[in-house]
Structure formats: C-alpha cells, structure tokens
C-alpha cells in the first residue's frame, strides 16, 4: 500500500498508518474494545527559578496590560513601572493626523509619569531623566502644572499637552 | 501526548508526540536586568522617513526601560560604527541625543554590524540578565550573502544566552535571510510594511517580552525507548520553524529550545519511530527539563482493534500542519517542487473525518493557517513581493491570521 504523502510503497496490506511517515492511510477501527484512554498532555511547568546571587531584587511582574495613556484616537502609551518621559515621539503617529498642527507644538521631552509609593504621579519640568519644562505646557484636569512640581495621578485624569492633544490617564 | 497508545508488536511503527512547555503559573517574575543592543541599518535607503521613524522607535524603546537596564546602539551601512557603548537607560538624555544624531551612508554591513553588536552585548553582558540584539534593516547585505555565514553567527550568539530580533522593513530586504536569524538567533522576524505604526509598537513588544523572560536559554531533555530515534521534530508555538535534530548521546537527546516567557506557551512536535517489540507495555519517552519529569508509556499490542486505534489524532495532524507550513514557505520562497506534497498534506488531512471533529484550538489553527496561505499564494500567481513576505510572515505565527488568538 503506497502512502499519499511520503511515497512510501512497502506498507503492509490492511496498514492504517504509513510504517514510514505515520501518516493515516485508512480509517481507524470505529470503536476498539477496550477503548484505549487518550492520555493526559505532556505538559511541563517551570517552576519558578531559584533566586541567585545575582538575580536583581523582586520587583512586580511585567503585565502586558498595565496603565496607560489614551489618545482621542483610541490608540494608547503603556505606562511601566519605570519612570517614562511623554513628548512629541510618542504623540508623534496622533499629531500628523491633525489639520494645521505643527508636531513641535509637543516638546520632545514633555513630562514625565513616575510611581511614588505606589502611586502614579506627573510632573512637567526639571526632573532626574526630563532636562527642563515644556514649552507649551501641561495641564492636569485644566490646571497648568509646568514647572510646579509633582501631581498625583489618578485613573480618569484628563493631561492636555499643549492644549493640542488630551491624553487621558487610564488604570485598568 | 502521543497520538496512540497502542502499536503493533513485532512490527516497527511511527508514532506523533507533542510537548507543551509553559511557566508555572504562580510563577512570579522576579524582573531581570535587560541588555538591548540596537543594530540599525544606515544604508541609503533608510534616509527619509524609515530611519527617522527607526530613531523615533528607538527614543520609545529607551524610554519604556528601566534605569537599570542596559542599551547599546550599533549603526551599519558601509562602515560599522559603536554609536552607544552599553549605557545605563537612566542616562536619557545622553541616550536620545546619540540617537537623533545618527545620519545615513552607503552599502549594507549587515553581518558586520550583527557581529559588531555581538561582541559589544557580549562584553556587558551580567550573570541572570536577559539580552537581546533587535537588527533593524530594508536592504540586501552588501558584505556576507550566504546564510550559513549567518546561521553560524546566530548560533555563537545563541549559545551565550543571547537572541536576535530582526525587523525588516518594506519590499527590498532578504525575507528568508531574516527569517533564518531568527529561527537561529531564538527570536522573532517582524515584517514591517508601515514603520510609522508598527515600528514602535514592535520595538516596545521587545521589552515587554525580554521582561517576561522567566528562563534563559534552556534545554529539553528527552530519552527515549532504546532503538527508537527522533525522525524529525518542529516548533509549533510560539514561533513554527522545523528544529535541527537535536544532539543524541545514546537514547537521550537535548533539544535546545527558545527562552521561556511568562504566559506563553512553547510547543513542540515530533515525529518518532519505534523499534519492533514484542507485546507488553513500555515507557516511550521521559521529558524532563529543570528537574521536573514527564513520563509516557506505549503498549505493543497483537490486537488490531488497539493498535489501529488513534486515541488522540492532534499531534499527528498538527505535525502534519507544521510540516505543510514549513514546505508552503520553501514554495513561497522559490521551490516549487515541494508544493505538491505541501497539498497532498492538506488534501490528506482534510479528507480525515475523524479529524475535524476532535482538534483541539492549537491544531485547527494550525491547519486553518496552512490553508489559507496556500489559498493565498497558490491561488495567487501574480503576488507582489510585499504579498510574497507577508506570506511568509504568515508561516512563522500559526495565529496570526486566526481570530481572537
């Protein structure tokens, strides 16, 4: 009996299964008695890898849908752990689609989302990875927030950057 | 799983097994440093919106890092230049500024470049850090063509632990090039058709992913029935290649296999043939990787309505399905002589009652996305060669084209 994909000619008579690829040449018996069981997956689990000494310190797992920033087109920036400057790069695909916006209305460096006990907070202006304000300014909920320090951020915050674009803060 | 449980006894036989590999559960990431070193494309054709949207993305990917993170960046065009030594991803500013400094030349380095950015990963690379080169390129390599050259690489780089993520852009590059540094270097090829869309977000799934990683590196170890052999064996998720036989020292082999990632499944297909036995029941393989073990038992049987018997048709037909995979993508690829078994492997399957009803989602999406690239490219005489890579794209994520996912 030939086999359809391998070519295989030397299959017994009656084969169900190519004796050289394994693949199927007939119908399997019906109802074979006693049935065989189907056997359980092989599946292996990683357990969680011992901590060496120069594993760095826990710190919380990376989920892929965490905070983040929307954009009025429904598109979004994810906010991590690590503190992250916001400015024209990210708001860059948004602000083309704007009639008679010049994209340098958003500084490259606009302000800055970090975590403070567990917190998410914004500030707009001379920070440890932002080298100064923006020009254009950032107003929280409406409030002009450049150069004046750390705000705390809570879901639902409306940013608006440089009265162009208005990012809401999102924490699912 | 295999896909029997009983084989004839006194007669050789083949049989499907498939191994799925995840992080336990409750395993909770304990977040390893990250080394990244970019290697960017400088050649003529990049100049324009390609490399400025290629700088763009990797101003968003240096900022998603933590501060404690590394970067490095290695232009290639036709020098090779160190445009950031591995750098703390606190220092932004220092960081951003090398990055919008970066202007186009001439020629194509890739090799060099990859190679250049080996040995800079490689130097700064800490004990339990995860590392990565992303190569971001639109052109055919100018120094070394021939793909052994790079498969070498990949291995060498591969072989300290490290991955290699390359991104093509547009119609012009080598596709098939890209795709065998991926399956070499343990990433994943991305195919980018809108660099103004895609580029950032692909470069941002980087990191998410090297954050994710749980293990690095790792082995499975397999052993198997004396006189039985691993005829060949595929990657089915989370990226489907065909695997290298893998190194045996008597009947036990070690398959190298892609970095273990939180919430992503690895699986991985083989096909095994059995020596002849007498009746009675024996154990077929024993798995085993970090010390956990998994066992599986065969029966040889005189019993046709047992040995004929197919307990689980899955992980036959989705080695079938990987395998039609593999052949559609050498087709789409120019060989078109192994298109035709590429159809008698869908026709074959497809005309298997029994199978369509007991597949489980893995499987079907498997077959369903062998299916529809055939329908795609076969069908299709006229593709243009952004369909052709997007047709191969579509060979390498069985889900990509599936919905849901």
Redesign the interface.
Known sequence: MEC??CNFKNNPP?S?????????LA???PA??????????????????A??A???P?????V?TGPQLQLPDNSSI?I??????VGR??L??YL?TLQNVDPAIVS?QHFTIFQENGKYCIIDGKT??Q?KPSANHTYLNGADITDKGQKDLKSGDVIDVANTVKLTFTIP | ??????VKAG???????????????????????LNICLAIDCSGSMQGIKLEQAK?SA??LA??????DMISIVTFEGKVRIELSPTY??E??KI?SVIRSIKVGSATKLFEGMNKSYELISKNS???SVSRIVVITDGIPTDKENPRDYENLCKSIRSEGITVSPIGIGQDYNDQLLLRISDFGGGEWMHVTDP??QL?NFL?EQV?TM??T??VN?D?KLSLMPGAEIVNLYAAEPVLTEMALPDRKGDQYTIPLRD?I?QQKQTIVF?IRLPSRPVGDVTLLT?N??N?N?T??INYSDN???Y??????NP?VL??ATEGTVLMRKAIGGDTTVLQ?AE??IK?VQS???VTIVLNRSTQDALNNLQQIHEQTVMNPNLSESEKKQALHDTTIIRRKSTGG
């Open positions: 359809p994909i009656e169900v299964y190519c004796i050289e690829c394994g693949a199927k119908e399997s018996p074979p008695q006693p049935t065989p069981q189907v056997q359980p997956p092989v599946e292996i689990q990683i357990p969680p890898p901590a060496t120069t594993a760095p826990p710190s919380p797992p990376s892929v994810p991590g752990t690590a503190p992250q400057i790069t990210e860059l695909n083309r490259r440890s990875i080298e | 799983m295999s896909n029997r449980t009983h007669s050789g036989s083949v049989v499907f097994v498939s191994i799925d590999l995840s992080a336990d559960q409750s395993t909770v990431i304990q977040r390893r440093g763009d101003i968003i900022r998603s890092l933590s501060p404690n991803a606190s932004q500013s951003e800490k004990p339990g103004m869309s950032p941002r998410t954050a994710n749980i293990v790792p499975l273990i939180a096909r798995a990787m970090m956990q998994k599986l038992m046709p309505s047992l004929n018997a197919e307990a689980d048709p036959r080695l079938f078994k008698t492997i074959t298997d009652p029994q």
